[in-house]
């Protein structure tokens, strides 16, 4: 897209605050047109009322005021200072509303425009496929959502209103001025020509160097991220001097660019000052060279109104080269604003796609092939099973073999390259994705959280989830203890400015958000895999339960947690080597015997010592049967509310 | 100038509790003085050079109301050359003065804030690792970060700006006294009611700035979350909701505030011009009456008028400076609390090293409790000995107290009772360095530094060559991995290590452990779980590492614990029992039950 398509798109946006667009603009435009009246008023107070002499030139913006001249003719001159220092005042109260009507409401549709857009971007990006998220950086669509969007806000409240305000100004100020006298008009103006372009390399520079400045205090700030969260390793390795000299030397690297940066600003703000009063300076010399020679209908008047002019559009030009910047900036926020917008969404409902209404939870794969975009390799290759109601499928593999882009399918959050995966019949790209997704319990590797209450976080599947089913979920997934261990209990706040919870704490609370909704498929993703082994042996057990009367998936590392599972997969390089239950796979005598053995070496060990020991492990322990008693308690709350 | 502050407020180190304004504080200020006392000589020629600026913004509208009053409106060329060419000198001694000014103010505040950020940094590296528990991150970048960058503008702009402002406030009133009584009245009253505008506005605007801050920061913050959880937010169907609160409440409410502190700022700035041009209006009236009296003369009356628009500048730099210094009390305390954070184990003063040691520990009657209470961590009354070259195996619950007796013995702590000995030397009494520099640590989860794979693991031993690194990392078994990443050795490790997998970075931290060849190893085993191939892999990597070196570890792996030469069983912070596997196994305690529950 050109710069042009995107300029004209970002305005688009001003349409439904046109109302207030045309009220600021008209503002604007109101504005400036006493801006330049009250200088003439001066002029004319001087020419007229004090020295008393007629103005040699009769131009044009004598018209504003033509009036009061006859006044001064017809009732002298106290009256005449009467009515113009009136008229000063009710130009300045108008001044005053005029400029209020543009400043507020230029900025204000700014505000608005940047509100629609980030909703845009915020519903954009929450409905991207997981194909989308994973080729693109979530930190950058992040910055791009904060600060493009910000600075688009920046161009119309600062960029667009005193781009045009700096435009109208200096055009009506030099019309006047020319129609006035164009010789002194030229004098006065010729400095400012240089200074707008002098302007306009100050900001190119400062621009560039405040971004480095900006990025050399943020790495300041991650090497302090890194110094304190990695502080054990620091003082292990007692590497506190090291860590002293690596941040003094950014530090001082940052002393050195910002004192550039500071010393553009100690040179321009001066030197731009001078200029203008350089051409103030020219004004008046020439002015009273004019005047003296009587050349070019100058006065005293006149002089002194150049003079103000000089010093109007002196300001804004001073920092017209930020204006361009700003414009030019927006321009390149907009393209990546846009992309994010225009970017095709891969898996979005069909025109007719179908509400499942309910569930019964028979998932089929029928020759699935997968490859992600942008890549070759498949990493899944012609899966077929099926998974009936209330069935475990278990599926097993090396790191990489494919099994979380298996299970990836089922809700959809992929699709697939060839072949179909469907539930209850249905293939997943004909269904409403919500009407799936809303019926699928999702228990992802790392159990993310959201910073919000505990109990915001059980329900977020479900946000007006009753209290106790809130209790019943967490007590279902072994969390319930824990939480009420808090001061706050289910109100305790996660995350940011909150409580850290351990990484089975996390997990549990992930397995209870996943529970409330009361899937019918259950999909639970190494659920288990960062806790320690205690915490894992609960978890399972209160998993077992759960997973009852549910089509459940489930990956796992450790063999020993999927012995029970009706069916497990065990998958290679995307391939489905071997397919059976426990017994059937050991007696397969391949891959996952050989791995089922490396693992549980250990644990036969064990069994064996316990066995010579004497001891009997196959009992329940009694924290089972309460968690037992926890699931059912459970159930009997959600058949209560309806089974949703 | 405006523009270019808008542009430039891209500050978004400052978090969000941290916005009071604190009233006048003796102790902050003192201190803040004690930092620029080395800069004593620029911050008193800044003044004089200020002296500069402030004639030259007093010293303009005169000249030029004299150069038209006797020069134009005499028709006497010269006396306007005259007029113009002093009224350059003065504003060109008055940028000269300005641009020195700002560059020695400048130099000044820079290298203050520079060495605040050093001190901080310093500060926060010889504190105890508790203190990291109790102060997050993100609150130690908002102090280092954000707050000495308030006190960095108030240095480089608020001091001296404060003195010229004042001053040219107080140079124009003089000069309209001195030129004329009844106008200066009308300007006083211009002053008296712009002063009031300004600061009524100075109170709005912190509230409102204060406001949008909030509501940007909840934004932004809603923005990153909802974007790193969106996997989760579609696997339960949330987009709706989510979107619906981010529209009707987190950004709506951005968008008031900053609606709200739109109509503050337009509100003050129309403000001023309206009061500017009746201003203007009343001196021309009361002006021109006096100058037709023959009472004055144009000289004045420009001048008067001229002088209106210099009031306003000061005035409101001055009520913008009043916010600014509220704020730099409030950074101040909170940054000068933190350099005070005190740092809990000290050296003696004349500590001797400890000698290079063979590496046998012992624990005699230790005890220690963490200062809040809690019985979290606590340590009571244990005594061990331990070997030179034997495995420790540390095992109990989740607040045993495992970590806080490995904590104790690296001296992250120094104990309450009883003391450590190793090779018969106390570690209380030896400087920490020549301690831990003869230690190696292999934590829980890995912590990798931004760098590449190559900066990580000589993180070991800086002075070690790649090759060193290199038979490190090939002696753990992670040459391989490490050779199939893109660039090897020199692949940038990215934030957190994300490249990598949990096992991989394990095994990183072996090689970096191995390379600083320590006499006594502490490891926290990690209880991720880890293919089977890689833990292979780390399983022989360890026996590795362990080899021939005093050992602590405390474990979560079944093979660990059974290799060990001794199983320390904790519960409470008391040592149950200890002993090897099989002793404890057939002893019937605390470790064969927890042994049954886990297996």
Redesign the interface.
């Known amino acids: 897209m050109s710069g042009f398509v995107i300029w004209k798109r970002m305005m688009a946006y001003l349409k439904p605050y046109g109302k207030w667009a045309f009220l600021a603009f008209m503002a604007l435009v109101f504005s400036n047109v006493l801006v330049i009246i ?1 200088p003439t008023i ?1 002029r004319d ?2 020419d007229i ?3 008393g002499e007629m103005p040699l030139a009769v131009a044009s913006p004598q018209a504003f005021v033509a009036p009061l001249n006859d006044l001064a003719m017809t009732y002298g ?2 009256d005449y ?2 009515i ?10 108008l ?3 005029t ?2 009507a543009f ?2 409401f230029g ?2 549709l700014s ?2 425009i ?2 629609d857009i ?2 845009e971007v ?2 954009k ?4 496929s ?1 194909t989308y ?1 994973d080729e693109s950086q ?1 930190g950058t ?2 910055t791009r ?3 493009d969007v910000d600075e688009i806000q ?1 161009y119309f ?2 960029g667009l209103m ?1 781009g045009l305000n700096t435009a109208m100004l200096v055009i009506g100020v030099a019309m006047i001025m020319f129609v006035t006298s164009p010789v002194l008009a030229v004098l006065g103006l010729l400095p400012l020509i240089p200074l707008a372009f002098f302007s306009r390399g100050f900001a190119l520079f ?1 621009d560039p160097a ?1 971004r480095s400045v ?1 990025e050399r ?1 943020q790495k ?21 001097e ?3 000299n690596k ?2 030397k950014e ?2 690297t ?2 050195h660019d ?2 550039r940066l ?2 553009r ?3 321009y ?3 731009s ?2 200029i203008i ?2 051409s ?2 020219l004004v ?2 020439f ?3 004019m ?2 020679s009587g050349f070019g209908g100058v006065t ?1 008047g006149v ?2 109104a150049f ?1 103000a002019y000089v ?1 109007l559009i002196a300001q804004p030009i001073r ?1 017209l080269g ?2 361009i ?2 414009i030019t900036q927006a321009i390149s926020s907009g393209r990546r604003v846009f992309e994010i917008l225009d970017a095709p969404e891969l898996i979005a409902d069909k025109p007719n796609a179908v509400v499942l209404e309910d569930i019964q939870g028979i998932v089929q794969f029928k020759d699935v092939n997968l490859t992600y975009a942008n890549t070759t390799q498949p990493v899944l290759k012609n899966i077929n099973f099926t998974a009936h109601p209330g069935e475990v499928v278990a599926i097993v593999g ?2 990489g073999s494919g099994k979380s882009s298996l299970v990836n399918l089922i ?1 959809r ?1 992929y699709d697939v390259t060839e072949g179909g995966v469907t539930i209850d019949g249905y293939d997943v790209r004909d269904v409403k ?2 009407s799936i ?2 019926r ?1 319990g ?1 228990v ?1 590797q790392s159990s ?1 959280l ?2 919000a209450t505990i109990r915001e976080n059980i329900a ?2 479900k ?1 007006n989830a009753s209290e106790e089913e809130i209790i019943a979920a967490a007590k279902a997934a072994n969390a319930h203890g824990f939480i009420s261990e808090f001061p706050d209990g289910y109100n305790t706040r996660v995350g ?2 909150g409580v850290t919870l ?2 089975g704490q996390k997990q549990r609370v992930a397995i209870a ?1 996943s529970l409330l ?1 009361n899937p019918r498929i259950l999909i639970l993703d ?1 659920s ?7 915490t894992e ?1 609960s978890i399972q057990q209160a998993l077992s339960i759960i997973m009852r009367g549910r089509t459940t998936f489930i990956i796992a ?2 063999l020993n947690s999927v012995k029970d599972a009706d069916q497990i997969l065990v998958l290679k390089d995307g391939e489905i080597i071997e397919q059976g239950r426990h017994e059937q796979l050991l007696a397969l005598n391949g891959y996952y015997a050989e ?1 089922y053995r ?2 549980l070496a ?2 036969e060990k ?2 064996n ?2 066995l010579a ?1 004497g ?1 009997i ?1 196959d009992e329940p ?1 009694p924290q089972t049967a309460d968690m037992r008693l926890a699931t059912d308690e459970f159930r009997a709350i959600l058949d209560e509310v309806g089974g949703d | 100038m405006v523009v270019a502050q808008k542009i430039n407020r891209k500050d978004k180190n400052v978090d969000i509790d941290d916005i009071e304004a604190a009233s006048f504080d003796w102790d902050v200020t003192k201190r803040l003085l004690g930092y620029l006392v080395p800069y004593k000589r620029n911050i008193y020629i800044a003044m004089v050079m200020a002296l500069f600026s402030v004639l030259s913004t007093v010293a303009g509208p005169p000249i030029i109301g004299w150069a038209v009053d006797e020069g134009v409106q005499n028709r006497d060329l010269l006396l306007v050359a005259v007029g113009v060419i002093v009224y350059l000198v003065i504003q060109g001694f008055g940028a000269v003065g300005f641009h020195i000014q700002v560059k020695l103010m400048s130099v000044a505040g820079q290298r203050t804030i520079q060495k605040l950020r050093d001190d901080l940094f310093t500060h926060i590296n010889y504190l105890s690792i508790g203190f990291f528990s109790k102060y997050e991150t993100g609150r130690l970048i908002a102090r280092t970060i954000g707050d000495v960058n308030v006190l960095r503008e108030a240095i480089n702009w608020g001091i001296v700006g404060t003195f010229r402002d004042v001053l040219t406030l107080i140079g124009i009133i003089v000069t309209m006294l001195v030129i004329n009584l009844p106008l200066t009245f009308v300007s006083l009253g211009v002053v008296l009611v712009l002063a009031l505008i300004a600061n009524i506005w100075r109170i709005y605007a912190r509230k409102t700035y204060l406001r949008v801050r909030e509501s940007n920061a909840k934004v932004n913050m809603e923005l990153a979350e909802a974007f790193n959880g969106v996997r989760v937010t579609q696997a339960f169907d949330r987009q709706k909701h989510n979107y619906k609160r981010f529209t009707d409440d987190i950004d709506m409410k951005n968008r008031e505030s900053n609606v709200s502190a739109t109509m503050v700022a337009a509100s003050f700035f129309s403000s001023i011009e309206l009061v500017g041009g009746v201003a203007t209006g009343v001196l021309i009236y009361v002006g021109g009456m006096l100058v037709l009296g023959q009472e004055l003369s144009i000289f004045t009356l420009l001048t008067f008028v001229l002088y209106i628009d210099q009031l306003f500048f000061p005035i409101r730099m001055l009520a913008q400076r009043y916010n600014l210094f509220q704020s730099v009390m409030a950074a101040g305390a909170k940054i000068f609390n933190l350099l005070d954070a005190p740092i809990e184990v000290k050296d003696d003063p004349n500590a001797p090293q400890l000698p290079k040691i063979n590496g046998h520990v012992q624990f005699e009657g230790v005890s220690f409790a963490y200062d809040d209470d809690s019985d979290d961590g606590i340590i009571q009354n244990i005594s061990l000995d331990v070997p030179v070259g034997s495995t420790v195996a540390l095992v109990g619950q989740t607040g045993a107290g495992k970590s806080t007796l490995i904590k104790l013995l690296m001296r992250s702590y120094d104990t309450k009772q009883g003391r450590i000995l190793i090779d018969g030397h106390d570690i209380s009494h030896v400087t920490k360095k020549s301690l831990r520099q003869q230690m190696g640590v292999v934590l829980q989860e890995t912590h990798l530094f931004s760098g590449t794979v190559m900066d990580n693991i000589r993180y070991g031993r800086l002075d070690a060559s790649d090759q060193e690194v290199i038979d490190a990392a090939t002696a753990v078994g992670a040459d391989e991995f490490v050779m199939r990443l893109p660039e090897g050795y020199h692949t940038e490790v990215r934030e957190g290590g994300a490249l990598l997998s949990a096992g991989q970075k394990q095994l990183l931290s072996f090689a970096r452990a191995l390379l600083a060849d320590p006499r006594i190893l502490i490891l926290d085993e990690a209880t991720s779980n880890i293919d089977t191939q890689t833990e292979k892999i780390i399983q022989t990597a360890l026996g590795r590492l362990l080899e021939g070196r005093t050992s602590f570890v405390i474990a979560h792996r079944l093979s660990t614990i059974i290799n060990a030469d001794l199983i320390v069983v904790l519960d409470h912070g008391q040592m149950m029992e200890a002993g090897t596997h099989a002793e404890l196994l057939a002893k019937g305690g605390m470790y064969r039950s927890m042994y049954i529950m886990a297996h």
């Open positions: 009250i001066l107070v001087i009322g004090i020295i001159k106290p200072m009467l113009a220092g009136f008229l000063i005042v009710g130009l300045g109260v001044r005053g509303i400029g209020f400043r507020y900025e204000k505000h608005f940047a509100y980030r909703n915020y519903n990006v929450q409905n991207q997981f998220h979530t669509i992040i959502a904060i600060s920046r409240a600062f005193d400062v405040w900006m205090l300041l700030g991650n090497y302090l991220q890194e110094n304190s969260t990695g502080a054990e390793v620091v003082r292990a390795f007692t590497r506190e090291f860590e002293i941040f003094g530090n001082e940052l002393y910002h004192m500071i010393n600003w100690a040179t703000l001066p030197t000052a001078f009063a350089f103030t300076g008046l010399f002015g009273a060279l005047e003296r005293v002089v002194v003079n010093f920092f930020f204006v910047l700003l090396a790191t809700p959050f994705l919500t997704r809303d699928i999702v992802l993310l959201f910073s977020y599947g946000p940011e400015r351990s990484g958000r909704i190494d288990t895999s960062s806790v320690d082994t205690k042996y590392q450790r791995t490396l693992q250990d644990q064990v069994r010592e316990l020991l001891e492990i322990t």
